[in-house]
């Protein structure tokens, strides 16, 4: 959809992640907009396989490679500090991890392991999540939440919509950085935002940024990067 250009701000975003870093993670845990369970649930394999999880793509996309190895270590780290959590052994990654890794980290060497929205959709819930998994920070993960700050598949290049999403766009930037408790206060009722339901009509892909702020803790968050895509507002946020 769009210009050949559409995405070239945002990969050129991403391909600057790793150069961000104060250092290489040992690991990378992603929690993608396009996977949910019933409970809390990562991937165990070593060598996951990729879900080409859309329709109607040109062919090459059905062909994409990014072998990145499993982390059976990191996985089992992950239950351990979320109760309830369950492991999929044969499940791969799905299109909201080696899309946007496969350009930040096309050489695929860095152990990932992807964790599961909850089927409840609370965001206080995936907010506990994050808060859960904070002690990983320390110990050389990379916590990445991959969704879309704006995700209304009837909205794209409609009448109003740029402004609807510069709204909410708006509120998303002063709500991540905010401090830690209005931040969760805030993110918990974002039901409550400029024109929410018109930017995610559902909100799984908004829920892997709760997840993210909830690990952030104290650190102040901020947006990082910001484009029109598709006629919309869309932006990210990082913490620490």
């Not at 050129?12 to 040992?26: A, C, D, F, K």
Request: net charge neutral.
């Amino acid at each position: 959809m769009g210009p050949p250009d559409t995405w070239h701000r945002m990969a050129e975003w991403l391909r600057s992640i790793p150069g961000s870093l104060p250092e290489t993670p040992r690991a990378l845990l992603v929690i993608s907009g396009h996977w949910e369970a019933p409970a809390p649930t990562v991937t165990t394999s070593a060598k996951p396989v990729l879900i080409y999880d859309y329709n109607g793509f040109p062919p090459h996309t059905y062909e994409l490679k990014w072998p990145a190895p499993g982390a059976p270590d990191l996985a089992g780290r992950v239950q351990s500090l979320l109760s309830g959590a369950r492991a999929d052994a044969t499940r791969g990654f799905d299109h909201g991890v080696f899309i946007p890794l496969k350009v930040a980290y096309p050489d695929a060497a860095i152990p990932t392991v992807q964790l599961s929205l909850v089927k409840s959709l609370d965001p206080a819930q995936h907010l506990a999540l994050g808060r859960a998994l904070a002690p990983l920070r320390d110990e050389g993960v990379l916590i990445i939440g991959s969704g879309m700050s704006y995700h209304n598949m009837q909205g794209f290049y409609r009448p109003r919509s740029l402004e609807k999403s510069e709204a909410f766009d708006g509120w998303l930037r002063e709500t991540v950085a905010a401090a830690r408790a209005e931040r969760d206060e805030r993110l918990s009722r974002w039901v409550e935002a400029p024109f929410a339901r018109e930017c995610h009509p559902r909100e799984e892909h908004l829920l892997p940024l709760m997840v993210a702020a909830g690990a952030g803790g104290g650190d102040a968050g901020a947006q990082v990067f910001r484009d029109q895509v598709m006629g919309v507002w869309v932006s990210a946020a990082r913490f620490g």
